[in-house]
């Protein structure tokens, strides 16, 4: 989940945010120095390697929910440098993802003392917490796939973005996964997980970026399950953070 990897923040709950891009020009951090770096048409390693740089996160302890139709999952989220863990309150789960350049360690265990545990393989695929999030969205790892490529230009919630295609060398929930980076905010603003046939079967959306302790952070973020060839949600999933704390206890 950038999913998750641009770092969480404060948002109001999605009943009350302002439509997308009029919150975000209020939120608006200034990313001059940064998008004098980039190239008018970054390459999917120029955008990778950009991103990698940026992902630094700072030492906080994040509290919020997901929620996933009827049910409330409240959250944990501590996050500092390249790692993020996620402790889920209402059961014995807690998931750290360490970011590094060749790809994302992800790991679960059932509770402080416990050993953590490697998700490889077969797993990475399966949903986390019975949501419709599974454990590969949290890595990010797309955003590495070798075979990727600037398929054009696009405008996603009225900001221009720029559009990625990237194809899976190792076994994943999706045939291809496309995704939109804003050319203001340099941040992603949507990804779609792509069955086969090229229908988006999952969509991630992110709702609110707003700036916090002196970071980009993502406030709210949705994630539906899609009936292929639709844009109609089979189901869907909301990550949202009410408050932030600086110390992680990492």
Known sequence: MMLIGVGFGLSARSEDLAPPAARLKAEK???????????ENPTPRQMRNFLWRTLVMKDLMLKGRVQ???????????TRDRMIQFEFQDRPLQIRVRFAPEGSLIQKRAKPES???????????KAVAGTDLAYEDLGIDFLRWPDAKLVGNDNIMMLDCWTYEANPPVESN?????????????????????????????????????EAEDTVVIGEM???????????????????IEQVEKGSGL
């Open 174 to 210: 999706y045939a291809k996964v496309r995704y939109w980076i804003s050319k203001t905010y340099l941040t992603m603003i949507r990804a779609d997980g792509l069955n086969a046939k090229g229908q988006a079967i999952k969509r991630f959306t992110f709702n609110s970026v707003i």
């Open 222 to 240: 949705k994630v539906a399950s899609l009936t292929p060839g639709t844009d109609v949600s089979a189901s869907r999933t909301f990550v949202q």
């Open 68 to 78: 996933s139709g009827e049910r409330k999952i409240p959250m944990l989220v501590r």
């Open 29 to 39: 951090k200034d990313t001059s120095t940064w998008t004098a770096k980039i190239p």
């Open 115 to 125: 050993e953590w545990q490697v998700v490889t393989g077969p797993e990475k695929t």
